[in-house]
């Protein structure tokens, strides 16, 4: 059942991504920070997660936001807020949340590359654990980023190997039951040359959602692309997702509910334009330049259904 929906959620995507263009999430809230990104959502969409920055990335702290009613309220997530934490991502079933962060693996050391990092809980309503490292097959000295994690346990990710000579590139590392095997770098359907990030996989692993950067048929900084597998298990060729999901500007970080069909994610898509007459006041010239999509890192929405 779980394969059947996404294989329809892929098939949908054309069709539907042709006809809606992206729409901001939780506006209202999220234009409070001035520089987000990396959003994870839990099924039922009352529980969300994201990354907040300072204006040039000092500080990054994960965001949780939970919905009451209908209102959202915002905090740091418990296990944030004291070292550069980012990109989290909610397992599949809510019990685990993923993330990258440059935290020492004990309390007298100091890191200096990224590590992937999870936090876990009995249920959707318990508190999350300590954080825990995900262990030396998968950590390096390279940084590792931006986890996904499947139904299988599976973990995919981001790495600039030291050794590869590829730039940034999609990894999977299996999960045995006990242990992760040593990552490996997805085929060329999905890596090349360039560089390749942010990858959400979807809970069956039947397609894959990721960043690309300097490809062919890229439209800005960075778009969004999906590959799905064929029936040998291999990654067929990524196709760019269009020009209704990207902008000419920087397009990443995705994450799909395949639960609802929509895809979340981080653009620096930019509308802030010069009045036909100019701006005769202040007031005016910091309206259009405060709208949400004004060029800064923010989050935005579209349905793949119908």
Not at 166 to 188: H, Q
Not at 213 to 223: A, E, I, N, S
């Given at each position: 059942?779980?394969?059947?929906?996404?294989?329809?959620?892929?098939?949908?995507?054309?069709?539907?991504?042709?006809?809606?263009?992206?729409?901001?999430?939780?506006?209202?809230?999220?234009?409070?920070?001035?520089?987000?990104?990396?959003?994870?959502?839990?099924?039922?969409?009352?529980?969300?997660?994201?990354?907040?920055?300072?204006?040039?990335?000092?500080?990054?702290?994960?965001?949780?936001?939970?919905?009451?009613?209908?209102?959202?309220?915002?905090?740091?997530?418990?296990?944030?807020?004291?070292?550069?934490?980012?990109?989290?991502?909610?397992?599949?079933?809510?019990?685990?949340?993923?993330?990258?962060?440059?935290?020492?693996?004990?309390?007298?050391?100091?890191?200096?590359?990224?590590?992937?990092?999870?936090?876990?809980?009995?249920?959707?309503?318990?508190?999350?654990?300590?954080?825990?490292?995900?262990?030396?097959?998968?950590?390096?000295?390279?940084?590792?980023?931006?986890?996904?994690i499947t139904n299988s346990?599976?973990?995919?990710?981001?790495?600039?190997?030291?050794?590869?000579?590829?730039?940034?590139?999609?990894?999977?590392?299996?999960?045995?039951?006990?242990?992760?095997?040593?990552?490996?770098?997805?085929?060329?359907?999905?890596?090349?040359?360039?560089?390749?990030?942010?990858?959400?996989?979807?809970?069956?692993?039947s397609f894959i959602v990721?960043?690309?950067f300097g490809r062919p048929?890229?439209?800005?900084?960075?778009?969004?692309?999906?590959?799905?597998?064929?029936?040998?298990?291999?990654?067929?060729?990524?196709?760019?997702?269009?020009?209704?999901?990207?902008?000419?500007?920087?397009?990443?970080?995705?994450?799909?509910?395949?639960?609802?069909?929509?895809?979340?994610?981080?653009?620096?898509?930019?509308?802030?334009?010069?009045?036909?007459?100019?701006?005769?006041?202040?007031?005016?010239?910091?309206?259009?330049?405060?709208?949400?999509?004004?060029?800064?890192?923010?989050?935005?929405?579209?349905?793949?259904?119908?």
């Amino acid at each position: 059942m779980r394969y059947q929906l996404c294989f329809v959620l892929f098939n949908l995507c054309t069709i539907a991504l042709a006809q809606i263009k992206p729409v901001p999430v939780y506006e209202e809230l999220l234009s409070q920070f001035p520089n987000v990104r990396d959003f994870t959502i839990a099924n039922n969409e009352t529980e969300a997660y994201f990354t907040a920055l300072s204006p040039s990335g000092e500080l990054s702290f994960i965001i949780r936001i939970d919905k009451r009613g209908k209102k959202w309220s915002s905090k740091i997530a418990s296990f944030s807020g004291r070292n550069t934490d980012l990109e989290p991502f909610l397992s599949p079933d809510g019990l685990r949340l993923y993330f990258a962060s440059n935290r020492p693996l004990n309390n007298g050391g100091k890191k200096t590359d990224f590590d992937i990092w999870y936090v876990e809980r009995e249920d959707s309503q318990s508190p999350w654990s300590s954080p825990i490292n995900v262990g030396p097959e998968v950590n390096t000295s390279d940084s590792e980023f931006y986890p996904a994690i499947t139904n299988s346990g599976n973990l995919y990710f981001t790495c600039a190997k030291t050794d590869s000579e590829s730039k940034d590139d999609i990894y999977i590392s299996k999960w045995t039951g006990t242990n992760y095997e040593t990552p490996v770098s997805l085929g060329s359907g999905v890596n090349s040359n360039g560089y390749e990030f942010n990858a959400y996989i979807a809970p069956d692993e039947s397609f894959i959602v990721f960043s690309g950067f300097g490809r062919p048929d890229g439209l800005g900084q960075g778009d969004l692309y999906m590959s799905k597998k064929d029936e040998q298990g291999n990654w067929k060729k990524a196709e760019n997702l269009g020009k209704n999901v990207n902008s000419n500007k920087l397009d990443y970080c995705p994450f799909v509910n395949t639960k609802t069909g929509v895809l979340y994610f981080t653009s620096k898509r930019s509308n802030v334009t010069l009045k036909k007459d100019g701006f005769n006041s202040t007031k005016e010239f910091l309206k259009e330049i405060n709208k949400y999509e004004n060029g800064l890192s923010r989050i935005y929405r579209v349905s793949i259904q119908k």
